[in-house]
T-cell receptor, first 110, second 116 residues
Framework: GENVEQHPSTLSVQEGDSAVIKCTYS??????FPWYKQELGKRPQLIID?????GEKKDQRIAVTLNKTAKHFSLHITETQPEDSAVYFC?????????FGQGTELSVKP | DAGVIQSPRHEVTEMGQEVTLRCKPI?????LFWYRQTMMRGLELLIY????????DSGMPEDRFSAKMPNASFSTLKIQPSEPRDSAVYFC??????????????FGEGSRLTVL
């Protein structure tokens, strides 16, 4: 089955800096890669996603890139703000199910 | 729509007791997922249903865990007997099949289970 590895597990940046979180997946048949943000005590919520036929997608300060050959994808957050502090999860869809990475705890220091 | 509704939000029980977690998916969503979240293992998929039928339960940790979906608007996850290592946040999530391949998964608020 699908296995998703996510790095780093924790990330601390200064406000205004960029943050990058990387994920790899194992199943070449996976075709959809969302990113979820989970604030403390809250539910995970979708922030951006990318399909396997697209290499890059951007939405304001966040962007996601996908390298199908290498089976890895990344989340980029620019001009980070304290409210970006949260746990971020990558995921890969294999068939009908979504498999999540272990999560990255991002801390943005003012 | 009120979103995915889970109950209870918090449950504290003693080892050996039966625990039942409940979920009401978003109306019209025909896929329902149960996830377990812990610090050590992250978000683990336990089981998912399509049109009330269990499709993949390979993530269910052991026979103490069971899940049912008697109709399109209700699902339960039962643990019997419960053990301290079952302590976690259990999330229910749903999506509609028309957007299954690339659709957003909507999560409930979660049920935080503590087994003493």
């Amino acid at each position: 089955g699908e296995n998703v590895e996510q790095h780093p597990s924790t990330l601390s940046v200064q406000e205004g800096d960029s943050a990058v979180i990387k994920c790899t997946y194992s199943d070449s048949a996976s075709n959809y890669f969302p990113w979820y943000k989970q604030e403390l005590g809250k539910r995970p919520q979708l922030i951006i996603d990318i399909r396997s036929n697209v290499g890059e997608k951007k939405d304001q300060r966040i962007a996601v890139t996908l390298n199908k050959t290498a089976k890895h994808f990344s989340l980029h957050i620019t001009e980070t703000q304290p409210e970006d502090s949260a746990v971020y999860f990558c995921a890969a869809r294999q068939g009908g199910k979504l498999i999540f990475g272990q999560g990255t705890e991002l801390s943005v220091k003012p | 729509d009120a979103g995915v509704i889970q109950s209870p939000r918090h449950e504290v029980t003693e080892m050996g007791q039966e625990v039942t977690l409940r979920c009401k998916p978003i109306s019209g969503h025909d896929y329902l997922f149960w996830y377990r979240q812990t610090m050590m293992r992250g978000l683990e998929l336990l089981i998912y249903f399509n049109n009330n039928v269990p499709i993949d339960d390979s993530g269910m940790p052991e026979d103490r865990f069971s899940a049912k979906m008697p109709n399109a608007s209700f699902s339960t996850l039962k643990i019997q007997p419960s053990e301290p290592r079952d302590s976690a946040v259990y999330f229910c999530a749903s999506v509609e099949s028309g957007r299954r391949v690339t659709g957003e998964l909507f999560f409930g608020e979660g049920s935080r289970l503590t087994v003493l």
